[in-house]
């Protein structure tokens, strides 16, 4: 299924402009689809990533659906004067996506965390949801051997829809590599959100998001993210000296 949105290109990256409401559409109208689709949520870090790397560039242009998950990612799209309307994270849009499969078929499976976590996820996540269909979990911890057996235990499952929480670039990486080997329709990397799921993190209270600062509250919470946490003022310098430079047309 082709679905044609309008898109920023910010460094190299056409990211969507939709928003969590409309993304979670969107993906409800993949699940119909017989088709494979990628759906990646890139933050200021990822992007500044791509811009290193052409082919990690190239990977996430792959995707069906790119959204602006993180605050910085909206501010540049209203420097280049493309404004994406809202931070669409990926643990909205999936809970957006779980309170939608109450009137649909679907089954779900749960890829990522610490052993433990995505059945403690599950747990949460059938008590919140009753109506959702949990086929299977899996930790993210694994060797390359073992991948085929990863594959095959989600095929074998019978889910549609594929929860990757491995974190970037782990996860686009890996399901950009097997996404011809996988049955589901949808595969979404939601990084660290199968820990939120499973009460291991809490996010930030919703005053702070609304105004755009949850990753402030993260770095209070978690100060060893402090150096990670550099890559949001080189991102906004490198949008402003270069971000112009990138073709604006619909990637």
Same mark, same amino acid.
């Given at each position: 299924?082709?679905?044609?949105?309008?898109?920023?290109?910010?460094?190299?990256?056409?990211?969507? $402009?939709?928003?969590?409401?409309?993304?979670?559409?969107?993906?409800m109208?993949f699940?119909?689809?017989?088709?494979?689709h990628?759906?990646?949520?890139?933050?200021?870090?990822?992007? $500044?990533?791509?811009?290193?790397?052409?082919?990690?560039?190239?990977?996430?242009? +792959?995707?069906?659906?790119?959204?602006?998950?993180?605050?910085g990612?909206?501010?540049?799209? !209203?420097?280049?004067?493309?404004?994406?309307?809202?931070?669409?994270?990926?643990?909205?849009?999936?809970?957006?996506?779980?309170? !939608?499969?109450?009137?649909?078929?679907?089954?779900?499976?749960?890829?990522?965390?610490?052993?433990?976590?995505?059945?403690?996820?599950?747990?949460?996540? /059938?008590?919140?949801?009753p109506?959702?269909?949990?086929?299977?979990?899996?930790?993210?911890?694994f060797?390359?051997?073992?991948?085929?057996?990863?594959?095959?235990?989600?095929n074998k499952?019978?889910?549609?829809?594929?929860?990757?929480?491995l974190?970037?670039?782990?996860?686009?990486?890996?399901?950009?590599?097997?996404?011809?080997?996988?049955?589901?329709?949808?595969?979404?990397?939601?990084?660290g959100?199968?820990?939120?799921?499973?009460? /291991?993190?809490? +996010?930030?209270?919703?005053?702070?998001? !609304?105004?755009?600062?949850?990753?402030?509250?993260?770095?209070?919470?978690?100060?060893?993210?402090? $150096? +990670? $946490?550099?890559?949001?003022?080189?991102?906004?310098?490198?949008?402003?000296?270069?971000?112009?430079?990138?073709?604006? /047309?619909?990637?």
């Open positions: 299924m082709v679905i044609y949105l309008k898109k920023v290109n910010i460094l190299g990256v056409g990211v969507n $402009m939709s928003g969590i409401s409309e993304s979670a559409d969107i993906i109208r699940l119909e689809d017989n088709d494979f990628s759906v990646y949520t890139p933050n200021s870090e990822i992007i $500044m990533n791509a811009y290193r790397d052409a082919d990690f560039c190239a990977l996430l242009n +792959r995707a069906n659906l790119l959204t602006a998950d993180g605050i990612v909206v501010y540049a799209s !209203r420097i280049l004067k493309r404004p994406i309307s809202e931070r669409a994270a990926g643990y909205d849009i999936a809970c957006e996506v779980l309170r !939608r499969l109450a009137d649909a078929p679907h089954r779900l499976f749960l890829f990522g965390g610490k052993p433990g976590v995505a059945e403690k996820a599950r747990e949460n996540l /059938e008590r919140d949801y109506h959702i269909q949990i086929a299977g979990t899996r930790n993210g911890y060797s390359c051997e073992q991948v085929p057996d990863i594959i095959n235990e989600i499952s019978g889910a549609d829809l594929l929860f990757v929480c974190g970037a670039p782990m996860q686009e990486k890996w399901i950009d590599a097997n996404k011809d080997k996988l049955n589901v329709c949808v595969a979404m990397g939601i990084g959100s199968l820990d939120v799921f499973a009460g /291991e993190v809490r +996010r930030a209270p919703d005053a702070w998001r !609304r105004l755009g600062l949850e990753w402030l509250y993260r770095l209070i919470k978690e100060p060893w993210r402090f $150096m +990670r $946490m550099m890559a949001l003022p080189k991102f906004a310098l490198t949008v402003l000296a270069h971000g112009r430079k990138f073709p604006q /047309e619909d990637l």
